[in-house]
């Protein structure tokens, strides 16, 4: 009798370790609308990908966690396959990507927004234009007039690469020209030090963080000359809308995560009505305008 009562209770819990792991399991098992995951972000664009995230998990079952990186970081990252998961301003190459072709991973490519490359500089600097024209050639290695050096916030950063591809320049002069670790710092060591032009993501102009707020209105945002024309631009949202500011660049979710998962329902969301509203409150291009709720009273109500 006491051997029955042994094995019954064994049997008893047996089963009732094995329901609780099979909950559990349901319970973490990733879907497009919960579960946990992580994407690596190209850290010139962390602040708006930061809104998007804590609306996302106040609404649904999900933890997502933010790795800002600089560019060349995170395509090392996904080329590696040690994330899936990821914001940027451009695509990965064929060769970059390599590793996803062999495993016949295609990657899920969602725009989600259009940002801009903003150029700043010391609140006491009396010139508030700069010429796209001076800045290829000084990075090129020949000193203009105007300014002492340009500094940007991460050698490895999207912005780096971006000027280097278009001055058709491998590498940046050694004089004159600064790099830090995070936008923050580059609109720091700006507002101490006059002469210098920051480049930085212009969110980061847009959104500062409440300890940086001080710091941004110890800065100048320039108008900008385009290669084309002879118009100064400011970086405004209209004109990052209409495509007349000359430094844009769509920004991309990256998935390769080859299952349905959160990836897929964050980027949905992103792209969707309210992320798109979050887009536009945050001063960047949406890629769709969302939409007006617009309400028709038959009457109009009498004044009491």
Known sequence: ??????????????????????????????????????????????PVIE?????????????????????????????KNKQQLAVLSRELTKNEGEIFE???????????????????????????????????????????????????????????????????VSSLPKENIFSFDTNNEVIEFVAKNEGMIGVVGVNWLLQPKPEMQEVVKKVNVLSVKSLKGDKYVFPSQENIVTGDYPITREVKMLNYQNISGLGIGFASFVAGEIGQRIILKSGLAPVRIPGRNIIIRKEIEKKK
């Open 102 to 168: 062999i495993k016949k991973i295609k990657p899920r490519v969602t725009p989600l927004a259009t940002d801009a490359i903003a150029f700043i500089c010391h609140k006491n600097n009396k010139d508030t234009l700069i010429d796209l024209e001076n800045v290829i050639t000084f990075v090129q290695g020949k000193n203009q007039k105007g300014f002492k050096g340009l500094v940007f916030d991460n050698p490895n950063s999207s912005t780096v690469r971006y000027f280097k591809e278009l001055a058709k």
């Open 1 to 46: 009798m006491k051997k029955y009562i042994l094995t019954a209770s064994i049997l008893v819990s047996f089963l009732f370790v094995f329901s609780c792991d099979k909950t559990a399991g349901s319970k973490d098992k990733e879907t497009m609308l919960k579960g946990r995951v992580t994407i690596l972000v190209d850290e010139t664009l962390l």
């Open 51 to 79: 809104d998007q995230v804590d609306v996302f998990e106040s609404q649904y079952n999900a933890s997502i966690t933010l790795i800002g990186k600089s560019e060349s970081e995170i395509v090392q990252m996904l080329s």
